[in-house]
């Protein structure tokens, strides 16, 4: 028994996470994908019902508030993306340069990625008020009309996007700076050798060297920001009307107000589907940077 268990030791001290991995994770991944083809609704006392691709052809074809969110999903996801990406570099770039009260600047820029978005969206809920919050308060002393932001159908989504924005660039910034420090100063010392200004130590240097590190920052956002749920719930719920729902939040409005268990798990194997997908892609296109470098 001794002679087995040494044997097999390395095995038997990756079996807790093994169990664990399958018990929190596959699971419910598999649990879900089983439920998708099911018609089931907790307001009902009726049984789950077998309806095979009845929901995701409902979905897809019969839905109106789906596509919407789906593309109001991926409209959120590129507009805080570009603005967290081409800021978080710039702001690593900056950051990465020696002046005095470096650090204590970086500890601060670094704080909002602390807070969770639930009291994030909570304090500038009441900074984007129409009528005493701080937001309009500030245009106005600019001589700028004030703005209706979150309370505005049209300017929701923007509104939840620039906070996303205020929060995760820090993320962005970090892992940039990261990036920045594995850079080998002897590509510098060459290309000043050659003459080179500081635009082109950017574009032909540093870019190109940093692009690994930024897909991987940008996969990583990416992710994170389609499946947002807290900071969206926690200002507008999907509202006004549905200007702010997107599909996480259509998700959990399917099956937490309306119960619709087997509708529900359709809409998020769709959703894991299209993060795996996007994932994918990514990682693909980081694979190639890496070659081509």
Same mark, same amino acid.
């Given at each position: 028994?001794?002679?087995?268990?040494?044997?097999?030791?390395?095995?038997?001290?990756?079996? @807790? $996470? *093994?169990?664990? +991995?399958?018990?929190?994770?596959?699971? !419910?991944?598999?649990?879900?994908?089983? #439920?998708?083809?099911?018609?089931?609704?907790?307001?009902?006392?009726?049984?789950?019902?077998?309806?095979?691709?009845?929901?995701?052809?409902?979905?897809?074809?019969?839905?109106?508030?789906?596509?919407?969110?789906?593309?109001?999903?991926?409209?959120?996801?590129?507009?805080?993306?570009?603005?967290?990406?081409?800021?978080?570099?710039?702001?690593?770039?900056?950051?990465?340069?020696?002046?005095?009260?470096?650090?204590?600047?970086?500890?601060?820029?670094?704080?909002?990625?602390?807070?969770?978005?639930?009291?994030?969206?909570?304090?500038?809920?009441?900074?984007?008020?129409?009528?005493?919050?701080?937001?309009?308060?500030?245009?106005?002393?600019?001589?700028?009309?004030?703005?209706?932001?979150?309370?505005?159908?049209?300017?929701?989504? @923007? $509104? *939840?996007?620039? +906070?996303?924005?205020?929060?995760?660039? !820090?993320?962005?910034?970090?892992?940039? #700076?990261?990036?920045?420090?594995?850079?080998?100063?002897?590509?510098?010392?060459?290309?000043?050798?050659?003459?080179?200004?500081?635009?082109?130590?950017?574009?032909?240097?540093?870019?190109?060297?940093?692009?690994?590190?930024?897909?991987?920052?940008?996969?990583?956002?990416?992710?994170?920001?389609?499946?947002?749920?807290?900071?969206?719930?926690?200002?507008?719920?999907?509202?006004?009307?549905?200007?702010?729902?997107?599909?996480?939040?259509?998700?959990?409005?399917?099956?937490?107000?309306?119960?619709?268990?087997?509708?529900?798990?359709?809409?998020?194997?769709?959703?894991?589907?299209?993060?795996?997908?996007?994932?994918?892609?990514?990682?693909?296109?980081?694979?190639?940077?890496?070659?081509?470098?």
């Amino acid at each position: 028994m001794g002679m087995w268990i040494e044997r097999h030791l390395k095995f038997i001290f990756l079996f @807790p $996470s *093994i169990i664990f +991995v399958l018990l929190m994770i596959a699971y !419910p991944i598999g649990y879900t994908f089983y #439920l998708s083809f099911f018609e089931w609704s907790m307001s009902s006392l009726q049984p789950p019902e077998w309806v095979f691709f009845d929901n995701f052809k409902a979905l897809l074809f019969d839905d109106p508030r789906f596509w919407p969110a789906f593309f109001r999903t991926f409209y959120f996801t590129a507009l805080a993306l570009v603005f967290q990406t081409v800021l978080g570099v710039a702001i690593a770039i900056l950051f990465n340069r020696k002046f005095r009260g470096n650090q204590l600047v970086k500890t601060l820029f670094l704080l909002p990625m602390v807070a969770t978005p639930v009291a994030v969206g909570l304090v500038w809920l009441l900074i984007f008020e129409p009528s005493i919050g701080f937001a309009n308060q500030f245009l106005n002393s600019l001589g700028i009309n004030p703005q209706l932001w979150i309370a505005s159908p049209e300017q929701a989504l @923007p $509104s *939840i996007a620039l +906070v996303d924005t205020w929060q995760w660039t !820090p993320m962005i910034t970090l892992i940039t #700076l990261a990036g920045l420090s594995s850079i080998p100063s002897e590509y510098y010392e060459a290309a000043a050798v050659d003459g080179a200004n500081s635009w082109q130590n950017f574009w032909k240097v540093t870019f190109p060297l940093l692009l690994p590190t930024i897909f991987s920052a940008v996969l990583l956002r990416v992710i994170d920001a389609i499946k947002q749920f807290d900071l969206i719930y926690a200002m507008t719920r999907g509202g006004p009307g549905f200007s702010t729902e997107t599909l996480n939040i259509y998700g959990f409005v399917n099956g937490f107000q309306y119960f619709k268990l087997g509708y529900t798990s359709a809409i998020l194997v769709l959703f894991f589907m299209i993060v795996l997908g996007i994932s994918s892609i990514i990682m693909i296109l980081r694979k190639k940077t890496e070659v081509t470098l």
